[in-house]
């Protein structure tokens, strides 16, 4: 197979192409280093006031 048949391929399927580099981007960005505390703070977000309602005079949560 020779180049212009390889470009050929690639150029015939470039969604696909772009898709996987999307697909592959998505998952590096997901388990960068540091993201391990924002999910858990996301994740605890149902459990945070369980055991009273939430006061509407408090100020917000700090955000980290």
């Given at each position: ?6 470009w ?19 998952i ?35 955000q980290?």
């Amino acid at each position: 197979m020779d180049f212009h048949a390889i470009w050929e391929q690639i150029r015939d399927n470039w969604l696909l192409i772009w898709m996987g580099t999307f697909f592959v981007a998505v998952i590096i960005w997901a388990y960068r280093p540091g993201s391990r505390a924002i999910d858990a703070d996301i994740a605890n977000i149902p459990f945070r006031h369980e055991d009273k309602p939430v006061d509407p005079s408090q100020p917000k949560e700090p955000q980290p």
